[in-house]
Nanobody, 120 residues
Framework: QVQLVESGGNLVQAGGSLRLSCAASGSIVSINTMAWYRQAPGKQRDLVASITRGGTTVYTDSVKGRFTISRDNVKNTVYLQMNSLKPEDTAVYYC??????????????WGQGTRVTVSS
């Protein structure tokens, strides 16, 4: 009923930039928080950044000052601008959204993940 479609993952050199996008579609009534998570090989999936519908943001310490999360509520899209990328940022990045769909309660939806590889 709700799908998250991601784009923007790529191979980039250290110090470079990428912009990830995630568009939600389907029988959407409302989207509360949208977020980006990442999972590096052999590690847990952890929150990178989140943004409420009103624009309040939260970042994990390791990306503060380098990454910026934003959203377009008309397009139901969340973005992650990643600057000054480091090899430690290499991971699969997952889009997440808390969505109320038609005839449904609030629940989490996940994108399929997009791979970001930062070379040194």
């Amino acid at each position: 009923q709700v799908q998250l479609v991601e784009s923007g993952g790529n191979l980039v050199q250290a110090g470079g930039s990428l912009r990830l996008s995630c568009a939600a579609s389907g029988s959407i009534v409302s989207i509360n928080t949208m977020a980006w998570y990442r999972q590096a090989p052999g590690k847990q999936r952890d929150l990178v950044a989140s943004i409420t519908r009103g624009g309040t943001t939260v970042y994990t310490d390791s990306v503060k000052g380098r990454f910026t999360i934003s959203r377009d509520n008309v397009k139901n899209t969340v973005y992650l601008q990643m600057n000054s990328l480091k090899p430690e940022d290499t991971a699969v990045y997952y889009c997440n959204a808390d969505v109320i769909a038609t005839f449904s309660l609030l629940r989490d939806y996940w994108g399929q993940g997009t791979r970001v590889t930062v070379s040194s």
